[in-house]
Nanobody, 128 residues
């Protein structure tokens, strides 16, 4: 079981950026996948989560209406995309993908303890 993030980088404030998280090694394609972020000196916070294959999607209040999940389910890989629009400088952080298989995302999606697999992180920088 492995998560591989990509798509981080630099963007202008107000602009877009898309992150990807590719999950491989899972038995089913029903996975609760979430994005967290952590800026220097700040606590890790949940950005949003989605249940792949059809299910509830949740967003943090700070990004709702700006960030959108989408997914691509292939034979051996499930990829979740996080489209980030209207970026703010305070969105700059290391973004981490997390997942747990076979459990639907719920109102506790932002609790990092729910997830048993984490990616290595991808850096997002937003310039004003």
């Amino acid at each position: 079981v492995q998560l591989v993030e990509s798509g981080g980088g630099s963007a202008q404030a107000g602009g877009p950026l898309r992150l990807s998280c590719a999950a491989s090694g899972y038995t089913w394609n029903k996975i609760c996948m979430a994005w967290f972020r952590q800026a220097p000196g700040k606590e890790r916070e949940g950005v949003g989560s989605t249940y792949t294959g059809g299910g509830n999607t949740y967003y943090a209040v700070s990004v709702k209406g700006r960030f959108i999940f989408s997914e691509d389910i292939a034979e051996n890989t499930v990829t979740v995309y996080l489209q980030m629009n209207s970026l703010e400088p305070e969105y700059a952080a290391m973004y981490y993908c997390a997942a747990i298989e076979g459990r639907a995302c719920s109102l506790s999606w932002a609790d990092a303890r729910r997830y048993n697999v984490w990616g290595q992180g991808t850096q997002v920088t937003v310039s004003s």
